[in-house]
């Protein structure tokens, strides 16, 4: 019964089941992974801001992912949202299991692994996906326990959402652009939650949290306790481990930033790894552009010497494409040129 494949079940696994175990070439090599200096940018908004736009469009270019500080979302508003998602996940299975389902279309739902029905080796991860906006059209819809949990999203989101723009906007200047030309083209924007709960596991060097990806949509901002590493994203061909910054958050580039970019900005290929002591939180909030939203390259950032890499596409198609496949399949644009 597919029901039965929650990991937070409150009881510790001891050994790791078979069905998690990757072969031998697709393992972590944990003890092969380097530190990585992550770019923190500090966003107070007293400070410099072409300086500040300038530190993101080198991010943006070298990583596909920075920190930020002093983003406007207080200590806490996160420390509420890691309350309220341990408080979700440690909840009996059987109160968990009327909001399961394994059908990526729903709009709200507590799943585990990635894509269960289509994979062949599971991921150690449950995880509540939620769409959040608008947010009246889908908070009668989130979970009504714990009690708090709709306030504590729901204003989180709010939140989340302002930093999102503030951010599109940087980045749309950094790379010559006007400040609203991505929120242009992106339309009236999705978005969208992922909270992730990685139980301590038995084994974590046969396995991932979430195995090698890069996110779909346009910006994702994460929210990861800084106690508990797991992030971990590829650099000039080799896998590094983020260090997570108290009280900051990661901005990771997705597939279409890349592609209105022109393949200037690339997104970044990242995975979470698990371990075997700690459980590990870790909240992502997904920026998206409108399914009817034509993604292509900026006009501006093409030309005779760099013509557009990508061909126009509309949300709707990459998205569909993007669940259709394996999370750690070759990168989803790389069928968009
Ligand atoms: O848990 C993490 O650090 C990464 C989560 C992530 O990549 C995702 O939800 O897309
Ligand atoms: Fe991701």
Redesign the pocket.
Known sequence: MAQTSLLSTGSRFSTLPENYIRPESERPRLSEVVPLKVPLIDLDSSKDREEIIRQIGHACRDFGLFQVTNHGISTESTQKMFAIAREFFHLPVEEKMRYYSDDPSKKMRLSTSFNVKKEKVHNWRDYLRLHCYPLEEFVNDWPTTPQSFKDVVSNYCREVRELGFKLLGAISESLGLQRDYIERVLGEQGQHM?M?Y?PPCPQPDLTY??PA?T?PNAI?I?L?DHHVA??QVLKEGKWTAVDPHPNSLVINIGDQIQALSNGRYKSVW?R?IVNSNKERI?V?SFLCPENDAVIAPAKKLTSEESPAIYRNFTYDEYYKKFWSRNLDDEHCLELFK
């Open positions: 992922a992730n990685y949290g979430l990806h996110d994702t994460l990861q797991g992030l990242h979470a870790s992502a």
